[in-house]
C-alpha cells in the first residue's frame, strides 16, 4: 500500500537558492519559439549575462510563448542547431560528439560569435575541417576571416603555399582581395618556389650549379637559418660579403651534390657544405659553420637543409599577418 504525499503545507522548500537558475526563457527567431533556462544562456554568453543583469522592466518579455524575447539578426535555423549544442542529448554526452552538418556548425559558430559563446566557439572550431581533404584552403581562408579563426588562417595560408593544386592569382584576388593575395605571393619565396636563382650567362666550366640566397641555408640538424648576418667569403683574396638581401643570390650549390629530401612535414634538398660555393671566387663558401640554434657543425655527414618545413611556413605567415592576427583566437 503506497504511503499518501504529506500535506503541502508540510513541504519544505530545501533548494531555495538553486531555484531562480531554473528560470525558463521563451525566444522568439523569426516564425519559430524557443524554450530554455536563462543559465544556459547567462552560462556560455557575456551578451546575454549582461542582457539578464538589467534589472527586469515591467514587461514579463521572455517568461511565456506569448511574450517570448524576440533575437533579432539570427536565422531561426542556425538558433535551433545552436539549441542542440546549448541541451546535449544523453547520446551526445556519451559519445561527446554532436550530430551537425558542416553547414549546421557554422549556423552556431555565427552565433556564438556574435554572442561571444567563448567555449562553444571552441568546440564548434574543434568539430569541423579536422582532415586536410575536409575543405578548399581557400574556402578556410574565407571562413577563417569571418570567424576569426587563427588556427584556420595559418593551416588555409600554409596550404595555399605549399598545396599540389593551387588557386590562380586572379581567383585569390576576387576571393581575398589584393593586399591579401601580394602578401600570399611574397611569401612564396619560404617555400621552394623561391629556393633557387638562376645562374647568370653561361654556366661556368664543371659541374652545374644552382644559385641560393644565403638565408635559405638551414641547419640539416633542426633546420634553423644557418646565417642571420651577411658572411664574409674566408676564400683567400676575396674576402666579399654575401649580404641576406632577397636580389642578392651569391652563393651556388652544385646540382649533382644536391639530394631531395622529404618527410611528412618537410620538403626540400640537402647538399653538403663542401659542395657550397662562393660565386665570386669559386671556392668553398662555408668550410666551418655551426647552427645559431642547435649548435651543430655543418659538415658533409650534418648536410645543410634547402627548403621548408610545415612550421617554417606557418611562422613566416603568422608574420606576414601579424597586423590582423591580433584579434584572433583558437
Ligand atoms: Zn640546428
Ligand atoms: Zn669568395
Redesign the pocket.
Known amino acids: 500500500m503506497s504511503v499518501p504525499p504529506p500535506p503541502r503545507e508540510d513541504l519544505t522548500v530545501v533548494n531555495e537558492d538553486d531555484e531562480s537558475k531554473w528560470e525558463l526563457v521563451v525566444f522568439q527567431v523569426e516564425t519559430r519559439v524557443f524554450h530554455s533556462f536563462r543559465h544556459v544562456f547567462t552560462n556560455t554568453s557575456e551578451v546575454f549575462r549582461d542582457m539578464f543583469l538589467l534589472p527586469p522592466g515591467q514587461s514579463d518579455e521572455g517568461t511565456s510563448r506569448e511574450k517570448p524575447i524576440v533575437l533579432h539578426g539570427c536565422v531561426e535555423n542556425d538558433f535551433a542547431s545552436l539549441m542542440k549544442v546549448l541541451h546535449p542529448e544523453q547520446i551526445h554526452v556519451v559519445d561527446s560528439k554532436f550530430d551537425l552538418s558542416e553547414h549546421e556548425w557554422l549556423g552556431v559558430l555565427q552565433l556564438a560569435t556574435m554572442w561571444e559563446m567563448k567555449e562553444i566557439r571552441e568546440l564548434c572550431v574543434q568539430s569541423m575541417f579536422q582532415k586536410q581533404v575536409d575543405i578548399a584552403p581557400l574556402k578556410l581562408a574565407i571562413l577563417a576571416q569571418q570567424f576569426r579563426v587563427r588556427s584556420w588562417f595559418l593551416r588555409a595560408v600554409r596550404d595555399i603555399l605549399i598545396g599540389t593544386i593551387r588557386p590562380s592569382t586572379e581567383t585569390l584576388i576576387s576571393s581575398l582581395g589584393v593586399s591579401m593575395t601580394c602578401r600570399i605571393m611574397d611569401l612564396q619565396m619560404c617555400t621552394l618556389a623561391g629556393v633557387f636563382g638562376v645562374p647568370p650567362g653561361s654556366s661556368k666550366a664543371g659541374s652545374p650549379r644552382a644559385l641560393v640566397r644565403l638565408d635559405r641555408l638551414r ?6 637559418a644557418l646565417f642571420t648576418q651577411p658572411r664574409t667569403c674566408p676564400g683567400v683574396g676575396c674576402q666579399r660579403v654575401h649580404s641576406l638581401e632577397a636580389d642578392a643570390c651569391t652563393a651556388y650549390v652544385l646540382a649533382s651534390a644536391v639530394l631531395m629530401l622529404q618527410s611528412d612535414d618537410a620538403l626540400g634538398f640537402s647538399v653538403s657544405t663542401s659542395s657550397v660555393g662562393c660565386i665570386f671566387c669559386d671556392r668553398q663558401l662555408c668550410a666551418m659553420v655551426s ?6 657543425l655543418a659538415s658533409d655527414t650534418n648536410r645543410i637543409f634547402i627548403g621548408y618545413t610545415y612550421s617554417i611556413v606557418e611562422r613566416a605567415v603568422e608574420d606576414a599577418f601579424k597586423e590582423e592576427l591580433k584579434d584572433y583566437d583558437l
Do not use: D, H, T
Request: net charge neutral.
Open positions: 641547419c640539416g640538424v633542426c633546420r634553423a647552427c645559431p640554434e642547435c649548435y651543430s
